[in-house]
């Protein structure tokens, strides 16, 4: 029997705040709380919410970054937080991440060849032409040349900067990549671009999506399936067309509600 | 006369590879009670704009051409002046609102600071009318809240006292500088829903500048779009929308992920990229990204053609 890729099962994350008395214990916050959901190969998983109501707790849960307080991540039939350090150093190859930031994601100092690279190194132990060879394929693949593997980050728009982080996901020939934010930190022409990329790369090389967002248009686009996050609890999930047609929940209501410009008359 | 005239104003910026135009002959002109929004992506020239109007330039930046207010030229206007103004007769909300506030001082001694220097009120009488601000503004638990620090608040709340910093003195113009951006979509709705009424009852002007159509749409009567460093469409924010005049504004748009798309949909893309300042080419300023280019587009910038009541764009290729 084939597993799904990805199972999430009655995620729960508590993180302890600051002491706030001697003698008292140290309140905790419960970030993420008994978050289910099933995703399988080759579709995209939207994760919607607002700051605060565990997105990004949920996608360092999945990437094995940190471990839950309950609940287990099961990646093809693996328990994620139950493998051993060699175990999980392979099943990594598998899971990449692309941040919101790509200002702050790369190396200011290090050459596109050694940013896209290193996962491959880390994670294979390949050689330097292999390196270089896949390299050249990721750019490729994202619509970037082999003469930029020279270059640093601070020669290269927002839009590339996003681009060459897409590559580093990519080299490894992952299965699912966990984009947090991806494009929010864009400008509106750029943001189609790495969109319609992200899509491009899904039909070609399979890949699944847990892709992160408070962009319900994003979402929308890009994702098969939606979950809704509030306050670390799932209040609702389903198809995207059906959940953004047809929103049962309030708070899903209200999220759609407040999406600029759907009172005024804007142009489809 | 408007309260606010500007004039084919340009702005040259100190550069990495000498001095660029930021700005290229922007005109544009806002009264109390109207609202007016400045749209594009990085680098097209909005938040100069933003800055020029308030002479908060960096340094080495030259200016050319006017800026009135209330009828007094600012771009010849001395230091001691310029600060009986900001934040007086003329308010401001930036977009970060952590680093706007001082996380040392409590919100209500930086409510009270500018009270204190333009209208010479008591500490007393600006704690009360910090008080008052800040239960204009909506702040739950104003009273307590008084004396709280930037970071005993959530982003929403501090955009508020922001807000209400921005508004202490009575101010003739609002100016906000992408004040949502930083926000969750439901708080940016209040908080755009609040400058709104606060605009309409005070009867300020409002000049809003967003990379958000959306957020455009629901807020400001006039639309300006830029590109480049200059105005390469401007009209009634309806009109603007409905006619979509400029090829960079329809590109806006097309690029522009809309709710109810149908999964794998690709967006329409501009090509290419914004060029840098110092590359920006002779004639229009999207010229090299235009589907639509022909020879003529690179010779000279195109001037402005009625498309419609007050509704220009600059654009060769329009059949008015």
Avoid at chain 1, 33 to 56: P, Y
Avoid at chain 2, 158 to 175: E, K, T, W, Y
Avoid at chain 2, 222 to 232: E, H, I, K
Avoid at chain 2, 252 to 265: C, D, E, S, V, Y
Wanted: proline share 5%; charged share 25%; with cysteine.
């Amino acid at each position: 029997m084939t597993h799904p890729l990805l199972v999430v099962e009655k995620l729960a994350k508590r993180y302890r705040l600051p002491r706030e008395r001697l003698l008292a214990p140290a309140p905790e916050v419960q970030a993420l709380d008994g978050v289910s959901f099933t995703l399988r190969a080759g579709r995209s998983l939207g994760v919607v919410g607002e700051s605060g109501s565990g997105k990004s707790t949920l996608a360092r849960l999945v990437m094995a970054l940190e471990a839950p307080s309950a609940g287990r991540v099961w990646l093809e039939g693996e328990d994620l937080h139950a493998l051993g350090a060699a175990a999980l150093r392979r099943a990594r190859t598998n899971l990449q991440m692309v941040f919101q930031d790509p200002y702050g994601s790369l190396d200011p100092r290090r050459t596109v060849l050694q940013t896209v690279a290193e996962p491959l190194a880390v994670l294979h132990g390949a050689g330097r032409a292999e390196q270089r060879e896949r390299a050249v394929e990721a750019l490729d693949a994202v619509g970037l040349r082999e003469s930029d593997l020279v270059k640093v980050p601070h020669e290269f728009s927002g839009g590339q900067r996003q681009r060459i982080a897409i590559a580093r996901a990519l080299i490894t020939r992952p299965k699912l990549i966990v984009a947090d934010e991806p494009v929010s930190a864009l400008d509106v022409s750029v943001q189609a671009q790495v969109l319609n990329l992200m899509q491009d790369l899904q039909d070609r090389f399979g890949i699944t999506y847990l892709f992160i967002s408070h962009d319900l248009a994003v979402v929308d686009l890009v994702c098969d399936e939606v979950i809704v996050l509030q306050q670390g609890r799932v209040v609702e999930q389903g198809l995207a067309d059906d959940l953004f047609h047809r929103p049962q929940h309030p708070y899903t209501r209200r999220l759609l509600a407040a999406v600029p410009g759907l009172q005024a008359r804007m142009p489809a | 006369m408007a309260l606010l005239e500007v004039d084919r104003l340009r702005v040259s910026l100190q550069t990495s590879r000498g001095a660029a135009e930021a700005l290229r002959g922007v005109s544009f002109a806002l009264d109390r009670g109207q609202t007016l929004g400045l749209i594009g992506e990085s680098g097209c020239g909005k938040s100069i704009t933003a800055l020029a109007l308030m002479a908060l330039l960096p340094d080495g930046a030259k200016v050319a051409g006017s800026i009135r207010f209330d009828g007094q030229e600012l771009t010849t206007l001395d230091e001691a002046r310029l600060c009986r103004l900001r934040g007086n007769r003329i308010g401001m909300v930036f977009q970060e609102p952590m680093t706007a506030l001082n996380p040392l001082h409590t919100v209500g001694r930086q409510i009270a600071e500018s009270l204190r220097l333009h209208k010479d009120l008591s500490a007393s009488a600006a704690r009360a009318e910090a008080l008052r601000l800040l239960e204009r503004v909506r702040l739950p638990q104003a009273r307590e809240r008084l004396d709280a620090y930037p970071h005993q608040l959530s982003g929403g709340q501090r955009q508020r006292v922001v807000i209400a910093i921005a508004l202490a003195c009575g101010p003739d113009l609002l100016v906000a500088d992408e004040p949502t951006t930083a926000l969750d979509v439901t708080i940016q709705r209040e908080v755009l829903d609040l400058i709104g009424e606060l605009v309409r009852e005070d009867g300020m002007g409002l000049l809003l500048i967003s990379h958000d159509l959306g957020v455009m749409a629901d807020t400001v009567q006039r639309l300006l779009v830029m590109y480049g460093g200059t105005v390469v469409e401007s009209g009634p924010t309806a009109a603007v929308f409905e006619r979509l005049a400029h090829p960079y504004t329809r590109g806006l748009f097309a690029a522009r992920p809309r709710l109810g798309l149908a999964r794998g949909t690709r967006l329409a893309t501009i090509a290419g990229r914004v060029p840098e300042l110092a590359d920006m080419p002779t004639g229009c300023p999207f010229a090299d990204r235009c589907a639509r280019v022909v020879d003529a587009c690179r010779v000279a910038p195109p001037a402005a053609v009625t498309v419609g009541p007050g509704h220009e764009a600059r654009c060769l290729r329009i059949e008015p």
